[in-house]
């Protein structure tokens, strides 16, 4: 029986005879002791590649991170020469984020560009396409805060202007735990980051199990038109972009928590106003983060032959937030029973605005 095991063993990790019993390193760094040993560790099958069946090249097994909510090193994936994360007193650090900051105040949005590592970049844009394939994809009329038609508004009211929105999300539930995005999104490193910059002590994950974090997907011809966020703030970062459109468009603070301001947003969604939005250039890579909350924005028609994929990293200021399950049916085509139970023990907004 035992030579049995030892020829499945050298079809799987490539040793050649048990004579390399007391030679080799095991799996986990220390000296392969046993034919027991063995045994255990052929459950750990070697790569198929030139270094795991050619003797000459010197092969290390290929480490293949899963997103871990303990994990500050994100060295793999972020530049951190210039965004070092791993040390929050670093000058450079501190600098970037007193700059998002300042932008952050000013115009409700703000840019880490380059935040990603290229070959990280890569990554992403193979992931984002593979996980393309599974979007949910919706066409709708909508307004910019998702509400339906009140009749008892005057026909000029901005909340009585539906436009077309077509766009395509895969929820979180069905993004890898081994992608660049998932790893992003759950690292305290991250987390930290996010929070020092918008000047928060702490943020927090969705506990949402489809949004907190989605992929965003645009095909050639569909358009997110003019539209607020139902929190506060959201972060983002493209990882594919097409030929052409898909610019993201913004107006910052058009509204406050004092008010709505639908004069002046009706004028924008309208088209006659057309100085108050501003168009941010992004690249795949970027880091953005925006008020969303406050500041109507859009994305334009995309054209071309290439699809536009946005990663969208949705944290909370306290723990436990759950979507609107009438928004989540509208975005993704379905609800949980946590959607359910959260509609349940639904409060009104302190700020009173229209979502």
């Known amino acids: 029986m035992a030579d049995i095991e030892m020829t499945r063993f050298t079809d799987e990790m490539v040793l050649s005879s048990i004579e390399d019993i007391d030679g080799p390193p095991n799996l986990h760094g220390g000296n392969v002791l046993s034919p027991d040993t063995l045994l255990i560790e052929r459950t750990f099958p070697m790569p198929t590649t030139a270094a795991a069946t050619d003797p000459d090249v010197d092969h290390k097994p290929t480490q293949r991170w899963l997103a871990d909510a303990e994990r500050t090193d994100l060295s793999e994936l972020v530049d951190t020469d210039r965004y070092p994360l791993h040390d929050v007193d670093d000058p450079r650090l501190q600098a970037e984020i007193a700059r998002v900051r300042e932008d952050l105040d000013r115009e409700g949005c703000a840019v880490l560009r380059g935040f990603l590592r290229s070959d990280a970049l890569e990554q992403a844009r193979n992931e984002g396409r593979e996980l393309a394939t599974k979007s949910y994809y919706s066409s709708c009329r909508v307004n910019a805060w998702f509400t339906s038609d009140d009749e008892s508004l005057p026909e000029s009211d901005p909340r009585r202007h539906f436009m077309e929105r077509t766009s395509g999300f895969v929820t979180r539930d069905m993004i890898p735990a081994d992608t660049v995005i998932q790893q992003l999104y759950v690292s305290p490193a991250m987390k930290r980051l996010v929070a020092a ?77 057309t100085t108050t939005p501003r168009t941010l250039l992004l690249r795949p890579g970027d880091l953005q983060l925006f008020k969303g909350r406050y500041s109507l924005h859009r994305v334009t028609r995309v054209s071309g032959q290439r699809e536009r994929h946005t990663a969208i990293f949705a944290y ?15 975005l993704y085509g379905r609800v949980s029973e946590a959607h359910i139970e959260a509609e349940k023990r639904r409060e009104v907004r302190a700020d009173g605005l229209l979502d």
């Open 197 to 273: 910059c918008l000047d928060e002590e702490e943020v927090f994950e969705y506990a949402d199990p489809f949004a907190g974090l989605v992929q965003n997907v645009l095909p050639p011809g569909t358009e997110q038109p003019w539209h607020y966020d139902t929190n506060e703030y959201i972060v983002t970062m493209m990882t594919d972009i097409p030929d052409s459109g898909g610019e993201f468009q913004y107006c910052p603070n058009i509204r406050t928590p004092a008010g709505e301001n639908y004069d002046g947003v009706g004028a924008v969604i309208r088209g006659e106003d």
């Open 316 to 330: 909370s200021q306290q723990p436990g937030v759950v979507g609107r399950l009438e928004r989540t049916r509208q």
